[in-house]
């Protein structure tokens, strides 16, 4: 299962560290996602930091997005209504990408036991 993170303490160390702190964070966010939605063999975290330095954050917004139907999958498979809200990750990640994964991984933490 997954581990429920503290939203505050990683958007300060994501701050402070001037966005080193993310790459892990993402990395974390991707195997997150990939376990809860049930897609284990899907892209890794460490290819998607890969793609993402390579493409200089366009792969990024790729990654947003998918990380919508993702969740979208998971919420199915419990039997919840799904939002699709990869759309609104992809823009907000393009703007501002810290708020973007932030909103992710408080959807990530409704899945933590």
């Known amino acids: 299962m997954v581990k429920k993170r503290n939203l505050v303490l990683y958007i300060i160390l994501s701050l402070i560290t001037g966005g080193i702190f993310m790459l892990y964070w993402i ?22 930091i890969l793609f993402t330095i390579i493409t200089c954050g366009i792969y990024g917004l790729y990654w947003a997005y998918k990380r919508g139907g993702k969740i979208d999958k998971a919420k ?14 992809l823009i907000l990640y393009f703007f501002a990408g810290i708020i973007s994964i932030a909103l992710i991984q408080n959807e990530v933490n409704k899945f933590a036991e």
């Open 76 to 89: 199915t498979n419990r039997g919840e209504s799904a939002s699709n809200k990869g759309i609104l990750y």
């Open 27 to 48: 990395y974390s966010l991707t195997t997150d996602t990939n376990t809860i939605s049930g897609e284990t063999d899907d892209t890794s975290g460490g290819m998607v």
